[in-house]
Nanobody
Framework: QVQLVESGGGLVQAGGFLRLSCAAS????????MGWFRQAPGKEREFVAS????????YYRDSVKGRFTISRDNAKNTVYLQMNSLKPEDTAVYYC???????????????WGQGTQVTVSS
């Protein structure tokens, strides 16, 4: 198993930026594809971005392309989500997820963190 802990959330004004981190422990981090998802109040959880185990492939939902960047540092067992030009509609709890097979928006990820709140004020 792998344990995931997100950090870096907070309150930011529209147009601002945040960088989320997800630290992994447990089994070898480098074998896992990693994803970021978010869930806004009253809405279903949605895919945000994902990255393959070696960082060679990345995927983004359309609404964040050009604003968000997913990256990973396997030496630090950490995946990041750099979020720029934030909008009020980005407000949500952000979760990171891991899976050795799933990759992309339709993958079924087995391991999840507890989430970190991101609030963007207008």
């Amino acid at each position: 198993q792998v344990q995931l802990v997100e950090s870096g959330g907070g309150l930011v004004q529209a147009g601002g930026f945040l960088r989320l981190s997800c630290a992994a422990s447990g089994r070898t981090f480098s074998i896992y594809n990693m994803g970021w998802f978010r869930q806004a109040p009253g809405k279903e959880r949605e895919f945000v971005a994902s990255i393959s185990w070696d960082g060679g492939s990345t995927y983004y939902r359309d609404s964040v392309k050009g604003r968000f960047t997913i990256s990973r540092d396997n030496a630090k067992n950490t995946v990041y989500l750099q979020m720029n030009s934030l909008k009020p509609e980005d407000t949500a709890v952000y979760y990171c997820a891991a899976d050795p097979i799933a990759l992309g928006p339709r993958g079924k990820y087995d391991y999840w963190g507890q989430g970190t709140q991101v609030t963007v004020s207008s």
